[in-house]
Nanobody
Framework: QVQLVESGGGLVQAGGSLRLSCAASGSIFSIDPMGWYRQAPGKERELVAAITSSGRTNYADAVKGRFTISRDNAKNTVYLQMNNLKPEDTAGYYC???????????????WGQGTQVTVSS
C-alpha cells in the first residue's frame, strides 16, 4: 500500500507564493507520473501540472508561467511552486501518482488527501 502525504497549503494574498510538497511512501517500485490536481467548490477536478520520472512536464494553460512542478525521484516527492497566485487559484490541491508495485508489477493511480489553498484578493 502507498500513501501520499501533502503539505504546504494555506492562506495567501493575491500575488503571493506557496510551495506544495507531496511525499510517497510504502510499497513502491516506481512512480510515473506524479502530478497535482485541484478542485474548487462546484467544479470538477482538473489537472494543474504533472511531471514524469525523466522530468517531462505538462501544465494547465491557467498556470503556465506562474507554477513550476519538480520532483526528487530518490525521495519519491513532488513539489509545486506557485507564484503570483490569483483568487481563482483557490481550491483543494490533490497529489496524484502513478504507482507500480515491486512484486506483481501492478500499476494504479494513488491520490493524496488534499491540501487547501486559499488566495484572498
Amino acid at each position: 500500500q502507498v500513501q501520499l502525504v501533502e503539505s504546504g497549503g494555506g492562506l495567501v494574498q493575491a500575488g503571493g507564493s506557496l510551495r506544495l510538497s507531496c511525499a510517497a511512501s510504502g510499497s513502491i517500485f516506481s512512480i510515473d507520473p506524479m502530478g497535482w490536481y485541484r478542485q474548487a467548490p462546484g467544479k470538477e477536478r482538473e489537472l494543474v501540472a504533472a511531471i514524469t520520472s525523466s522530468g517531462r512536464t505538462n501544465y494547465a494553460d491557467a498556470v503556465k508561467g506562474r507554477f513550476t512542478i519538480s520532483r526528487d525521484n530518490a525521495k519519491n516527492t513532488v513539489y509545486l511552486q506557485m507564484n503570483n497566485l490569483k483568487p481563482e487559484d483557490t481550491a483543494g490541491y490533490y497529489c496524484n501518482a502513478g504507482v507500480r508495485t515491486p512484486y506483481s508489477g501492478t500499476y494504479y493511480l494513488e491520490w493524496g488527501q488534499g491540501t487547501q489553498v486559499t488566495v484572498s484578493s
